[in-house]
């Protein structure tokens, strides 16, 4: 159902939400960018409306909530170990289309690929989501070309009109109730979807593994500062590394966490004995990029990659990921002329 | 020709190598103007000078070759320059009323350059305000960040712009490029502690090299902006010298009336015979002695609590 919400009524509604859960939208850190004087959008928590950023991309995705940046496991002693306790409260996360589609791949990974993963579980059993309406795309924006930008699976959709009301689409029946009451008009919202974006990509069809011998990888060894920015801000990244470690005002006892981590960064394919799968900063591009846009569809059936673009945002180095996808084509004829030689 | 020069060079017109020729000297503070300011300049060196215009040394512009009888016109043409870059002046249309405290120079600063700090020009202009016009031989300087583009060390006073490092452990996952650019790029503040940097507080110097390379924005600015503030390098002929730390993590409210204060201070020890009564403040302060000068600056200052005054305070550099 639909509903038209002044912005008190709107915080009265995200405020009776926020008693069973926290709310985490894209927001503005004044002053949190890395450069003096600027801001940084990310996500946060929010108790008003107008908190929720709805005219900026967020730098980074709305994935900390599943998934935290670093998680504790256990803490242990020499004879004992706890788990921390699971969150009190569930989760109410405000996101758009293309994110909304990578909680799909996030589900995919830690739920369906083997066992499922219980740290992640216990949070995401308590998530639920608010859908960013998206009435234009932003620059880097390819979601359509990856068929991410249009969504039903949403507990409610919200976006503002051009009164600056808030505009609610409501498909969680549990809460309808709540919007109904608070509503100043019930009528027929459908959330903005976007149906083209400035930039477009086109993974070949009859991409294969083989392009992994075209000669474009080598450009990035020296572009690239294999920072990781573009995983880190990365929806459908699921990667992290494992930590033990020792509180150092008592060497018996200590924590293991688990901590993001990226195949861009330094130490990714490090293994026993010294060795490093891919030390050139080209080659964790070409396994990164294939493996947003082909090997996970080899083995889930559909692209990983949503085109939300914020990997083309973050980059420092103006490397763009949408244009590395589109040089898929002409590098896989190369690599075909070359084996006809 | 009948020229009072003490009166011209007061009035920031130069006395020339050729007779009746006169430079007229443009002030601009922070080094950052309006572009529709470079038209009249130019207007002046084409109608009164000889079509050429000097880059100066500390920012401003020189437009050379101008006919001492022209400076009325060129004041004149000068107005909208002085008032529109908010230089304090005592008549209008009289050009500029001092020389001595030379032109505020800036590095881009954060209008532009991502490893800044703070606004170079807007500092400069706010001290500009404060302490122009005033006779006295005063050079300031501010550099947007430690890499110290603008060189503020060679100045009376030197203002180079700190950030003071926030971390939140929580979004740190490890990558280690705040570790590895503050030793290859900066001075080697952070360490590894169970997977996480560790900042050693009395080696920072507060550059922001780890807030501009971490991914994650584990490493925010401070809300506060800070300053190291350096005093008395000097350039020229005898015993010239760098600046030495006085204040590290200062504010910009304490530096504003810490330069205050040494007019004061100058005004009470400037030797009264100094030729062009011109005496660098480097001098006196040899003279009085470090103590009385610091006795001076410090007066009603009230620094932030993390402000570390530096204690003694040593010079060295090149006697001839
Ligand atoms: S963000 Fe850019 S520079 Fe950093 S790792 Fe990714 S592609 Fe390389
Ligand atoms: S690869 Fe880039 S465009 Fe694709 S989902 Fe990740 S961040 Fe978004
Ligand atoms: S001193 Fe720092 S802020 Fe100024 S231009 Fe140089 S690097 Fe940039
Ligand atoms: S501010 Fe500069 S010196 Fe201090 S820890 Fe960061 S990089 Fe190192
Ligand atoms: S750069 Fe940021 S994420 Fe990387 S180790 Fe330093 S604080 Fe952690």
Same mark, same amino acid.
């Given at each position: 159902?639909?509903?038209?919400?002044?912005?008190?009524?709107?915080?009265?509604?995200?405020?009776?939400?926020?008693?069973?859960?926290?709310?985490?939208?894209?927001?503005?850190? #004044?002053?949190?960018?890395?450069?003096?004087?600027?801001?940084?959008?990310?996500?946060?928590?929010?108790?008003? %409306?107008?908190?929720?950023?709805?005219?900026?991309?967020?730098?980074?995705?709305?994935?900390?909530?599943?998934?935290?940046?670093?998680?504790?496991?256990?803490?242990? #002693?020499?004879?004992?170990?706890?788990?921390?306790?699971?969150?009190?409260?569930?989760?109410?996360?405000?996101?758009?289309?293309?994110?909304?589609?990578?909680?799909?791949?996030l589900d995919e990974i830690y739920l369906r690929n083997g066992a499922e993963d219980y740290y992640y579980?216990?949070?995401?059993?308590?998530?639920?989501?608010?859908?960013?309406?998206?009435?234009?795309?932003?620059?880097?924006?390819?979601?359509?070309?990856?068929?991410?930008?249009?969504?039903?699976?949403?507990?409610?959709?919200?976006?503002?009109?051009?009164?600056?009301?808030?505009?609610?689409?409501?498909?969680?029946?549990?809460?309808?109730?709540?919007?109904?009451?608070?509503?100043?008009?019930?009528?027929?919202?459908?959330?903005?979807?976007?149906?083209?974006?400035? #930039?477009?990509?086109?993974?070949? %069809?009859?991409?294969?593994?083989?392009?992994?011998? %075209?000669?474009?990888?080598?450009?990035?060894?020296?572009?690239?500062?294999?920072?990781?920015?573009?995983?880190?801000?990365?929806?459908?990244? #699921?990667?992290?590394?494992?930590?033990?470690?020792?509180?150092?005002?008592?060497?018996?006892?200590?924590?293991?966490?688990?901590?993001?981590?990226?195949?861009?960064?330094?130490?990714?394919?490090?293994?026993?004995?010294?060795?490093?799968?891919?030390?050139?900063?080209?080659?964790?591009?070409r396994f990164k990029t294939l493996h947003k846009v082909f090997d996970y569809k080899q083995r889930f059936?559909?692209?990983?990659?949503?085109?939300?673009?914020?990997?083309?945002?973050?980059?420092?180095?103006?490397?763009?990921?949408?244009?590395?996808?589109?040089?898929?084509?002409?590098?896989?004829?190369?690599?075909?002329?070359?084996?006809?030689? | 020709?009948?020229?009072?020069?003490?009166?011209?060079i007061k009035n920031a017109f130069r006395v020339t190598k050729a007779r009746g020729l006169t430079a007229?000297?443009?002030?601009?503070?922070?080094?950052?103007?309006?572009?529709?300011?470079?038209?009249?300049?130019?207007?002046?060196?084409?109608?009164?000078?000889?079509?050429?215009?000097?880059?100066?040394?500390?920012?401003?512009?020189?437009?050379?070759?101008?006919?001492?009888?022209?400076?009325?016109?060129?004041?004149?043409?000068?107005?909208?320059?002085?008032?529109?870059?908010?230089?304090?002046?005592?008549?209008?249309?009289?050009?500029?009323?001092?020389?001595?405290?030379?032109?505020?120079?800036?590095?881009?600063?954060?209008?532009?350059?991502?490893?800044?700090?703070?606004?170079?020009?807007?500092?400069?202009?706010?001290?500009?305000?404060?302490?122009?016009?005033?006779?006295?031989?005063?050079?300031?300087?501010?550099?947007?960040?430690?890499?110290?583009?603008?060189?503020?060390?060679?100045?009376?006073?030197?203002?180079?712009?700190?950030?003071?490092?926030?971390?939140?452990?929580?979004?740190?996952?490890?990558?280690?490029?705040?570790?590895?650019?503050?030793?290859?790029?900066?001075?080697?503040?952070?360490?590894?502690?169970?997977?996480?940097?560790?900042?050693?507080?009395?080696?920072?110097?507060?550059?922001?090299?780890?807030?501009?390379?971490?991914?994650?924005?584990?490493?925010?600015?401070?809300?506060?902006?800070?300053?190291?503030?350096?005093?008395?390098?000097?350039?020229?002929?005898?015993?010239?010298?760098?600046?030495?730390?006085?204040?590290?993590?200062?504010?910009?409210?304490?530096?504003?009336?810490?330069?205050?204060?040494?007019?004061?201070?100058?005004?009470?020890?400037?030797?009264?015979?100094?030729?062009?009564?011109?005496?660098?403040?480097?001098?006196?302060?040899?003279?009085?002695?470090?103590?009385?000068?610091?006795?001076?600056?410090?007066?009603?200052?009230?620094?932030?609590?993390?402000?570390?005054?530096?204690?003694?305070?040593?010079?060295?550099?090149?006697?001839?």
């Open positions: 159902m639909g509903y038209r919400l002044t912005k008190e009524a709107c915080d009265g509604v995200l405020q009776k939400l926020s008693l069973n859960h926290t709310l985490f939208a894209p927001k503005r850190f #004044t002053g949190g960018g890395p450069f003096s004087g600027t801001d940084l959008i990310r996500y946060g928590k929010i108790a008003s %409306a107008d908190e929720i950023v709805l005219d900026a991309k967020s730098a980074h995705s709305f994935k900390e909530a599943l998934l935290p940046i670093t998680e504790t496991l256990f803490y242990f #002693t020499e004879e004992q170990m706890k788990e921390p306790d699971p969150p009190a409260q569930g989760v109410l996360v405000f996101l758009r289309s293309c994110d909304l589609h990578a909680v799909r791949r579980k216990r949070i995401r059993e308590k998530t639920r989501f608010a859908l960013i309406g998206c009435p234009t795309a932003f620059d880097t924006c390819f979601c359509v070309d990856m068929v991410a930008n249009r969504s039903d699976n949403y507990d409610f959709s919200i976006e503002q009109d051009e009164n600056a009301n808030y505009l609610i689409d409501c498909r969680a029946a549990d809460w309808a109730a709540l919007f109904e009451a608070a509503a100043s008009q019930t009528l027929a919202v459908e959330p903005s979807f976007v149906a083209a974006t400035p #930039t477009r990509v086109g993974i070949p %069809a009859l991409l294969d593994a083989g392009v992994a011998a %075209a000669a474009m990888w080598d450009q990035y060894d020296g572009r690239c500062i294999k920072c990781g920015r573009c995983n880190f801000s990365c929806p459908t990244c #699921t990667c992290y590394t494992m930590q033990d470690l020792f509180y150092t005002d008592n060497g018996k006892a200590g924590e293991r966490r688990r901590v993001w981590a990226s195949c861009m960064v330094d130490g990714f394919t490090d293994v026993a004995g010294g060795g490093c799968y891919r030390p050139k900063n080209g080659q964790r591009m059936g559909y692209q990983m990659c949503v085109g939300c673009g914020r990997c083309d945002d973050v980059c420092p180095e103006y490397i763009s990921f949408a244009r590395i996808v589109n040089r898929l084509e002409e590098a896989l004829r190369e690599v075909k002329s070359d084996a006809a030689e | 020709m009948d020229i009072n020069t003490k009166e011209v007229s000297r443009i002030r601009v503070p922070g080094g950052h103007l309006k572009a529709e300011y470079l038209e009249i300049i130019h207007q002046i060196a084409r109608e009164y000078g000889n079509g050429t215009v000097h880059l100066t040394a500390r920012q401003g512009f020189e437009v050379p070759g101008i006919r001492f009888e022209d400076m009325p016109l060129v004041k004149e043409l000068l107005q909208p320059v002085i008032a529109g870059m908010g230089i304090n002046q005592t008549e209008p249309g009289q050009g500029y009323p001092a020389a001595g405290t030379r032109n505020i120079t800036a590095c881009i600063g954060n209008r532009v350059c991502p490893y800044a700090c703070y606004d170079t020009t807007a500092f400069a202009q706010r001290l500009e305000k404060a302490v122009f016009p005033n006779n006295l031989h005063f050079k300031i300087a501010l550099t947007g960040c430690p890499n110290d583009c603008t060189k503020v060390r060679m100045h009376d006073f030197g203002i180079i712009g700190m950030t003071l490092p926030q971390f939140e452990p929580e979004r740190c996952v490890t990558c280690r490029a705040c570790i590895h650019n503050c030793r290859k790029k900066s001075v080697g503040a952070l360490s590894e502690i169970n997977y996480r940097p560790a900042r050693n507080e009395e080696k920072c110097i507060g550059c922001g090299e780890c807030i501009v390379s971490c991914p994650m924005a584990a490493w925010t600015r401070s809300r506060e902006k800070y300053y190291r503030l350096t005093l008395f390098g000097r350039t020229g002929r005898r015993n010239p010298r760098l600046g030495v730390d006085f204040i590290k993590w200062i504010d910009e409210d304490s530096i504003i009336k810490i330069i205050l204060n040494t007019y004061d201070y100058v005004e009470k020890y400037i030797d009264l015979n100094a030729p062009g009564g011109k005496e660098h403040i480097g001098y006196i302060v040899d003279r009085t002695g470090f103590a009385e000068y610091q006795k001076w600056a410090l007066r009603d200052v009230r620094l932030p609590a993390i402000a570390e005054v530096t204690q003694p305070v040593y010079w060295g550099g090149l006697k001839y």
